[in-house]
């Protein structure tokens, strides 16, 4: 138990570090919280963000009880739930802390709910008791002592850990004002910022409402009758493919193109005006292929990557019941946007989201798991290139070979008519020369010898051909017919 009363006794202390710190005389800060207020302050810097409705636990190392790594869990809705989960918390907990190396040698615990519209602070506390009893004895069963447990709720705090009520008054204590701790001090000379409560973070992924859900419905309605039996078709599911990501690949552009304005519901809003229902529909349904979602998860770096979570998450909007569900595939996608920009606290958000919405989405299961176990992203990001630098060559060497067949052909094509052309001249060339035949003189006639070696004039048109007409060989003007027929129009 944490002695509340002796000001000399230092409460766990925290290192951390941004990557946005700005350069001074220490790249790394410690600060050093001394009692439970200052830990009920601390609590939104270590996690990024205001939890509400959550069972959040902290890992503590060595002597001075350095944080280590946090788990968060949404409170469950039933009490009879609250027995099991203690022992699946704490034992993933100790695993996570194995996998870093490090054991834990305490804990600290925060439950956060606010109170019903009719209750109030300390009836959440209460209530919540039984839930912070079986987290503490979970923890103990593991050897992993619980230093505190503090219950936030209706802007105050209160103890489970002290029964004192000199330090710790039954009505609770009230919060410090947002920004005026030393957690926030330090947190601001290192360039954090708080990015909101987790339910202001989750609802730029909630569906919209009104008669926009409406209209919405009805385009998801027309696409999935559309679509759906394409997809299913082997024949067409190529090219819906195509279609779904050159949709996608132009509404991008059009967000890149468009600056996202500084709060984030004016700029959600003015990103919703950018996609038609139709539109969202389209590409909507065509996530929902695996091969297509896979895709489109290119778009993960660079000048991509801004304006492509911001399409997922408008698409995530977009998905109104009964059409819920199918926002897992865009909610991932945005997970998995911000997993690779470096945004952990939205990618863990996002994904947790798309869990939520399909439990057994194994795309999200995978990324979420490797988010929370702070892999890194680089051989996704490898390979997902690596597919699209496959499929662009097999694409170039496709195009090729089609440009080389239709040079093939008009060779072809070419060859056949200068062939017909040399034909039809010889059958020219043929007909002037068995025609009248003309000396030296001019005659029109030609003597010849006969067989008993009589000379006797010969009519122009033959022996037999009708006098006074040239005969001439027949070609039906077939060939010349089949050389129009092959040459291109």
């Given at each position: 138990?944490?002695?509340?009363?002796?000001?000399?006794?230092?409460?766990?202390?925290?290192?951390?570090?941004?990557?946005?710190?700005?350069?001074?005389?220490?790249?790394e800060q410690e600060v050093t919280l001394r009692s439970p207020a200052e830990l009920a302050d601390a609590l939104p810097y270590l996690l990024g963000f205001?939890?509400?409705?959550?069972i959040v636990m902290v890992a503590l190392h060595g002597e001075r009880g350095r944080f280590g790594g946090r788990l968060r869990l949404g409170i469950p809705h039933s009490r009879e739930e609250w027995a099991g989960i203690g022992d699946q918390l704490a034992e993933t907990l100790l695993t996570g802390s194995n996998k870093r190396g490090a054991r834990p040698d305490g804990v600290v615990l925060f439950l956060c709910q606010d109170p019903a519209a009719s209750g109030t602070g300390r009836e959440t506390m209460e209530r919540l008791r039984p839930l912070a009893q079986s987290l503490r004895e979970a923890c103990g069963r593991r050897d992993m002592p619980v230093f505190e447990a503090l219950c936030l709720s209706d802007g105050r705090f209160w103890s489970y850990c002290c029964p004192d009520p000199r330090c710790c008054p039954q009505e609770g204590t009230p919060l410090a004002l947002p920004g005026t701790s030393v957690m926030a001090a330090a947190a601001t000379y290192a360039g954090m910022e708080l990015r909101g409560s987790l339910s202001q973070l989750e609802a730029r992924y909630a569906p919209i409402t009104g008669p926009r859900a409406d209209e919405q419905q009805e385009a998801l309605d027309s696409a999935a009758m559309a679509l759906v039996p394409r997809i299913l078709r082997s024949a067409d599911c190529e090219t819906v493919r195509q279609e779904t990501l050159e949709l996608a690949h132009r509404a991008m552009s059009r967000f890149h193109n468009t600056p996202p304005l500084g709060?984030?519901?004016?700029?959600?809003?003015?990103?919703?005006?950018?996609?038609?229902?139709?539109?969202?529909?389209?590409?909507?349904?065509?996530?929902?292929?695996?091969?297509?979602?896979?895709?489109?998860?290119?778009?993960?770096?660079?000048?991509?990557?801004?304006?492509?979570?911001?399409?997922?998450?408008?698409?995530?909007?977009?998905?109104?019941?009964?059409y819920m569900e199918h926002a897992a595939a865009p909610v991932a996608l945005a997970g998995w946007v911000a997993w690779s920009v470096d945004d952990k606290l939205e990618a863990r958000v996002a994904l947790g989201c798309a869990l939520r919405l399909d439990p057994e989405y194994l795309f999200a299961q995978l990324l979420h798991r490797a988010c929370?176990?702070?892999?890194?992203?680089?051989?996704?990001?490898?390979?997902?290139?690596?597919?699209?630098?496959?499929?662009?060559?097999?694409?170039?060497?496709?195009?090729?070979e089609v440009r080389g067949n239709a040079a093939a052909a008009e060779r072809s094509s070419a060859a056949a008519d200068e062939k017909s052309n040399t034909a039809a001249a010889g059958s020219e060339e043929e007909t002037r020369g068995g025609g009248t035949v003309a000396d030296s003189g001019g005659n029109t006639g030609q003597r010849r010898t006969g067989v008993n070696g009589r000379s006797r004039n010969v009519r122009p048109g033959g022996p037999s051909g009708p006098a006074g007409r040239a005969r001439t060989r027949r070609t039906d003007g077939q060939q010349g017919v089949r050389s129009r027929q092959e040459r291109p129009q």
């Open positions: 138990m944490t002695n509340h009363s002796d000001p000399s006794r230092p409460f766990p202390s925290s290192s951390f570090t941004a990557a946005s710190a700005p350069s001074g005389p220490c790249a205001v939890p509400d409705d959550s709060g984030r519901a004016e700029a959600d809003a003015r990103d919703d005006t950018l996609l038609t229902a139709r539109e969202a529909a389209t590409i909507i349904i065509g996530l929902q292929d695996r091969v297509t979602r896979d895709r489109a998860a290119e778009w993960m770096e660079g000048s991509e990557a801004p304006a492509a979570l911001r399409l997922w998450r408008a698409l995530a909007r977009r998905c109104v019941p009964p929370n176990e702070g892999l890194d992203p680089e051989p996704l990001r490898r390979c997902l290139r690596g597919q699209s630098a496959d499929r662009a060559l097999r694409q170039a060497a496709a195009e090729e």
